[in-house]
């Protein structure tokens, strides 16, 4: 869907976060780091100060994490979404998972990360951005489409991306453990969320595009339930906006995302 007003967007995801939080008696939800999911994290935190939202019984798989860090490192995905969303809220930082990219048999931590996902019963809405090469997790272009949790090497525009958020770019990590494609599309519900005319592209191309490793989000075309919540700048490339948007307005109201 797109949003008219940005104030829109992180209410919208929000709501089916919460929805999924108080109908489940376990949710499971999986948890994105990058700047596209932050005013959805401040809804919730929002939400959960204003009383009556608990995340005491969800449970939180991360996308991906980098290899190296340790999980005190300011810039550890653990230490990241511990630090926007599940520390501000009342989660059981126990049952806040991400792979583990300091293990010193990264294969095996990676087949725990896909064994503990199953243990949870899966993953009942996956929270998703999307990278400018499309990327989704940390599945670069030519992740295969039914890709696992496994270890994958960063692209040079990757960790320029990320450098803003390090000392340097050498400070980068070139590695990480990221769920695969294929982990992902498992999830029952995909939300992806993306704002802003630097995401146009990647939004037309993930949407409208084909199917191809090259842009991995475009996998998303497979999965049976999938959300995309952009604004207006984001869909500023979409061949189809008027009837996305005329769609999403004559909805039925028993119709969520
Ligand atoms: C990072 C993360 C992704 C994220 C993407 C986009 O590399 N691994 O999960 O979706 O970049 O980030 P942003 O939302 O800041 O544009």
Redesign the pocket.
């Known amino acids: 869907m797109i949003v008219a007003r940005p104030e829109e967007f992180a209410g919208v995801v929000a709501d089916a976060v919460e929805s999924l939080v108080r109908r489940r008696p376990t949710p499971v939800l999986g948890l994105?780091?990058?700047?596209?999911?932050l005013p959805v994290y401040d809804e919730l935190v929002r939400r959960h100060g204003r009383g009556g939202l608990s995340f005491a019984a969800t449970t939180a798989f991360l996308?991906?994490e980098y290899v190296g860090l340790p999980f005190d490192h300011p810039e550890s995905?653990r230490a990241v979404i511990e630090r926007e969303f599940t520390g501000r809220v009342d989660f059981d930082q126990q049952r806040v998972h991400g792979p583990d990219g300091q293990d010193t048999d990264l294969h095996a931590a990676c087949a725990a990360y896909e064994a503990a996902i199953v243990e949870a019963g899966g993953i009942d809405l996956q929270l998703?951005?999307?990278?400018?090469d499309g990327?989704?997790?940390?599945n670069e272009p030519g992740s295969s489409l039914a890709s696992r949790t496994r270890l994958k090497t960063l692209t040079a525009q990757?960790r320029l991306?990320?450098a803003r958020f390090f000392d340097s770019l050498d400070a980068v990590p070139r590695h990480?453990l990221?769920q695969g494609v294929g982990t992902i599309l498992e999830a029952r519900h995909l939300v992806l969320v993306?704002t802003g005319e630097v995401?146009a592209a990647a939004v037309a191309s993930l949407v409208e595009g084909p199917v191809t490793a090259f842009f991995p989000a475009s996998a998303l075309q497979l999965h049976p339930h999938v959300s995309v919540v952009i604004d207006e700048p984001a869909a500023g490339q979409l061949r189809l906006a008027d009837y996305y948007r005329e769609a999403y307005a004559g909805k039925p109201p028993w119709q969520t995302l």
């Open positions: 994105a780091t990058g700047s596209s999911p996308l991906d995905y998703l951005g999307v990278g400018g990327h989704i997790g940390f990757t991306d990320n990480v990221t993306a995401k």
